[in-house]
């Protein structure tokens, strides 16, 4: 089973449920503070459930990266603000060639790059990068520790797959129309027959 393998010196069950964790508190945060910029609930998932995995992706990566070099607060801020803007910056070129926008715009910060990332942006993720080793994981760490495994791996698995169908289905809604007969005729009938049997 997946919770058994072991991928850069750690259990994957401790990997999924750090992921899982990552992603629901920076969907969390994230929500808030859209929310009180907007004066108005404001959900900052792409899905509708309340999960962020681009939170999870980054927060992992930074912390597998620069595990090494932990001790070292310096090099540790200029290495996350590196990192971390090299991941926003790829993750806006995948949503402009997936989706054919950016869910964030940067264009009145000053010294910004094509209004995707900035100084500014850049500064706060090396920040996150202190906070993350210094206080961050550990807390993620003692909250995945209190769950009893067996109750992890079966809300482990679960969240797995309902925010991978969340996903999956968010996506198709926003790229049916680019898509062929073919695959999108199948995909209603089904959405319609569950419609009908509910």
Do not use: H
Not at 74 to 80: E, H, Y
Not at 113 to 134: N, P, V
């Amino acid at each position: 089973m997946w919770w058994n393998r072991v991928i850069f010196g750690v259990g994957s069950y401790e990997l999924v449920m750090w992921f899982l964790t990552y992603g629901m508190l920076g969907w969390l945060v994230e929500s808030i503070y859209m929310s009180f910029c907007n004066k108005k609930l404001t959900n900052r998932g792409f899905g509708r459930g309340p999960f962020c995995p681009i939170y999870g992706v980054g927060a992992l990566t930074v912390f597998f990266l620069l595990r090494p070099y932990s001790e070292n607060r310096v090099l540790l801020f200029f290495m996350g603000s590196f990192f971390a803007t090299i991941l926003e910056y790829l993750t806006a070129l995948l949503m402009q060639k997936v989706f054919g926008e950016v869910w964030w715009d940067y264009n009145e910060k000053p010294f910004n790059y094509k209004g995707i990332i900035c100084l500014e942006s850049s500064i706060a993720w090396g920040f996150y990068t202190l906070f993350l080793f210094m206080f961050l994981q550990n807390t993620v760490e003692g909250i995945v520790a209190l769950i009893p495994l067996y109750v992890g791996r079966v809300a482990g698995s679960v969240l797995i797959t309902v925010f991978g169908m969340d996903f999956l289905s968010s996506f198709y809604n926003v790229k049916k129309d680019d898509m062929p007969e073919c695959v999108t005729g199948p995909i209603e009938r089904i959405k319609e027959n569950i419609r009908n049997f509910i």
